[in-house]
């Protein structure tokens, strides 16, 4: 059997482990939301790219037809 004093000393280091994987669940769930915001904010810009590439392109097509 175990006595009372390492009873208390292995409850503690139970309460401590449980309140580390907590802390270390939150920071990882606030990460993942983090990236999946910065993941729409790339999309946006990628898009905006895509457009203005194209604009580029127009310009660049009218250029040549008008020399």
């Known amino acids: ?3 009372i004093y390492e ?3 292995l409850l ?3 309460i401590g482990v449980y309140v580390k994987m907590t802390s270390e669940i939150g920071k990882l769930k606030s ?3 983090a990236l999946e915001q910065s993941k729409d ?3 946006d810009l990628l ?3 895509g457009k203005d590439i194209a604009d ?3 310009l ?3 250029k040549q037809i008008d020399s």
């Open 56 to 58: 580029i392109k127009l």
């Open 31 to 33: 990460r993942a939301y």
């Open 12 to 14: 503690g280091a139970l």
């Open 47 to 49: 898009t905006q790219l």
């Open 1 to 3: 059997m175990i006595s």
């Open 60 to 62: 660049l097509a009218r």
């Open 7 to 9: 009873g208390i000393i």
């Open 41 to 43: 904010e790339v999309k």
